[in-house]
């Protein structure tokens, strides 16, 4: 399993148990706002959940462009490489 199918499969799990987020309606192209109704509360939940996991301090510049779901495990990988 690549990083990044990993990254992906913990991102997916985050937001079905913290935001109830059915599994089915999660994509990559999944747009966090619009499409899983998340707020920018929800955000910062996430982005404290995923530091937890990494271990790594997330800037929330690191975060200003996510979008999608995609664009969270691509900024999540790219915190893991700075390691």
Not at 26 to 39: F, M, V
Not at 51 to 73: L, M
Request: proline share 5%; hydrophobic share 45%; glycine share 2%.
């Amino acid at each position: 399993m690549s990083e990044h199918n990993a990254i992906y499969l913990e991102v997916s799990g985050l937001l079905t148990k913290l935001f109830d987020v059915p599994p089915e309606a999660i994509t990559p192209q999944a747009r966090l706002y619009e499409d899983l109704s998340l707020d920018s509360i929800d955000a910062v939940d996430m982005i404290v959940h995923l530091q937890k996991k990494t271990g790594k301090k997330i800037k929330p510049e690191a975060f200003k462009a996510v979008r999608t779901v995609q664009d969270v495990v691509d900024a999540v990988a790219q915190l893991l490489q700075e390691a």
